[in-house]
């Protein structure tokens, strides 16, 4: 792989032209695994460069290797870093999402959280959320199942997009958002707003946002000590290596019997880790040493 093939954009920058050995597109791309998690293997290297052209182009950089050096020592390199972030980004999420996961949560989960301990809030966090469709969700579903009145309950939603966490913060969807919403629910918690549906100002102040990167102990940690982590359809495009720091991060953070729920093609199975997979309700679950409320 000695260069990379590509169409002239408008601005007259040709990926096509960088021209660098695969050394140099690996240095970046191992890079990026390390501080974000996501891997692009040999085959699917063409979109990391894709990805990342315009905003070497925007810096006047022509190389991979100079994109390298820029986030590796340059002294705005956590600036490159939020741009990077922001155009990795993968915004393909909607409300209610594997509905079984919420059931879990809210027929089981619940009620044995509130048996075992009745002051002490329940605290959940939506790891990876993109733009909010995932902790809303959760939301909806103790809302409807009636337990933000009777236990305390924390929602974090967090992503490591600065930009997909501002729109969580708008609350304000298009209607591919909400193409998987039962009628019901979308008559009770949204109202239409120009072209988009606003959610219910009241329960959108129930979620707590941040920007997190899940690579970081720094920003990851304090929010993964926690019951309960929704990290769903990110882990798919990590490495193995990127997998085992977070789930070892998860598991050292969570309290005894904490609940993992990760999306439908992802699995802890073939890893080595301190969680195991329960059947919890129709959903399929990962606890952290398994005890009361590993069920």
């Not at 027929?107 to 966090?125: C, N, S």
């Not at 969580?168 to 239409?192: I, K, M």
Request: with cysteine; glycine share 8%.
């Amino acid at each position: 792989m000695q260069g990379w093939k590509g169409r002239r954009g408008a601005d007259g920058f040709v990926p096509g032209a960088l021209g660098l050995a695969s050394s140099a597109f690996s240095l970046l791309r191992d890079l990026v695994a390390q501080r974000t998690g996501v891997y692009y293997s040999d085959s699917k290297g063409d979109l990391l460069v894709e990805r990342v052209s315009e905003l070497m182009a925007a810096r006047g950089l022509s190389s991979l290797l100079d994109y390298y050096y820029l986030l590796k020592y340059d002294p705005d390199a956590e600036t490159a870093w939020t741009e990077l972030r922001d155009r990795l980004a993968v915004p393909e999420t909607y409300f209610w999402r594997q509905p079984e996961q919420f059931e879990a949560l809210v027929d089981v989960l619940m009620p044995r959280y509130l048996a075992e301990r009745r002051r002490t809030p329940v605290r959940i966090w939506s790891a990876a959320c993109c733009s909010g469709e995932e902790p809303l969700s959760i939301a909806m579903a103790l809302s409807e199942g009636g337990w933000l009145d009777r236990v305390p309950v924390e929602i974090v939603g967090s992503d490591a997009s600065p930009a997909l966490v501002e729109r969580a913060r708008r609350g304000v969807y298009g209607d591919r958002s909400l193409r998987n919403l039962p009628p019901a629910l979308r008559e009770r918690y949204f109202e239409r707003e120009g072209a988009g549906w606003r959610f219910d100002p009241r329960l959108h102040a129930r979620v707590r946002w941040r920007t997190a990167n899940l690579m970081d102990p720094g920003e990851a940690g304090p929010l993964a000590e926690v019951d309960v982590i929704y990290c769903r359809n990110v882990l798919i495009y990590f490495s193995d290596d990127g997998i085992r720091h977070v789930a070892r991060l998860f598991a050292e953070r969570m309290p005894a019997s904490g609940h993992l729920f990760l999306g439908a093609s992802e699995s802890l199975m073939r890893l080595s880790t301190d969680f195991v997979m329960r059947e919890i309700g129709s959903a399929f679950v990962y606890v952290k040493n398994a005890g009361p409320l590993g069920g």
